[in-house]
């Protein structure tokens, strides 16, 4: 039974341009959850995804944006990059339809570097 | 500000002691629960403890609840090198809308 998984697991940008991120939950959970860690901080949620509509976002600005496709696998996309973007970036998947949200199961994370 | 917020930032200690790391947050939660992640990567979920529950126990853990002052805290007994991690609370408010809260975590390091 596969956990979460991401891809990819290192990527170098330059500002401005665009990146993709990827999660496939763990099998059995409909729910994906972005976080963006940055270096000795704690994560930050980005959003949430369920039922293939953005469900709660944080505060985050409109240049991260997401998907999620009907096998609840999900993207994250961050458009114009900064500098300030570089960061791990965690995808956590959880069984959605309530409101309370369970335990979480994290992926490994991209670690994203903008230079 | 954040929600949960963990005190120390940083613990030292020698294996065998125990660790207790502290976490307060802010509102009221559905539930609360700690997170292990070892050298930036992925956080691995160690226990949760929901909002009617005082005390849990898994293992070398116990995590305790007190929800009138807002606060928990993570003991770690008879530590060992491997626990050496940072450890986040992150907690789950009770208001639709609100989202995940991790706070900064404490960062432990066990000497052999």
């Known amino acids: 039974d596969a956990g979460v998984t991401q891809s990819p697991t290192h990527l170098i940008k330059t500002r401005g341009q665009q990146v993709t991120l990827r999660c496939s939950p763990k099998?059995?959970?409909?729910?994906v959850s972005w976080y963006q860690q940055a270096l000795g901080q704690g994560p930050q949620f980005i959003f949430q995804?369920?039922?293939?509509?953005?469900?709660q976002r944080g505060n985050f600005p409109d240049r991260f944006s997401g998907h999620q496709f009907p096998n609840y696998s999900s993207e994250l996309n961050v458009n114009a990059l900064l500098l300030g973007d570089s960061a791990l970036y965690l995808c956590?998947?959880?069984?959605?339809?309530?409101?309370?949200?369970?335990?979480?199961?994290f992926g490994p994370g991209t670690r994203l570097t903008v230079l | 500000s954040q929600q949960g917020e963990e005190d120390p930032q940083a613990l030292s200690i020698q294996e065998g002691e125990n660790a207790t790391m502290n976490c307060s947050y802010k509102?009221?939660?559905?539930?609360l629960q700690w997170y292990r992640q070892n050298s930036g990567r992925g956080l691995v979920h160690l226990i949760l403890?929901?909002?009617?529950?005082r005390e849990k126990h898994s293992g070398r853990l116990r995590v305790t609840l007190d929800t009138s002052k807002k606060s928990s805290s993570l003991l770690i007994t008879a530590s060992r090198a491997a626990d050496t991690a940072s450890y986040f609370c992150?907690?789950?408010?009770?208001?639709?809308?609100?989202?995940?809260?991790f706070g900064p975590g404490t960062r432990l390091s066990v000497l052999p």
């Open positions: 992150a907690t789950d408010p009770d208001n639709y809308g609100q989202n995940f809260v």
């Open positions: 995804y369920y039922e293939e509509e953005e469900r």
């Open positions: 403890i929901r909002s009617n529950e």
């Open positions: 956590a998947s959880s069984l959605g339809g309530l409101v309370v949200v369970d335990e979480q199961f």
């Open positions: 099998s059995g959970h409909d729910t």
């Open positions: 509102t009221s939660i559905n539930n």
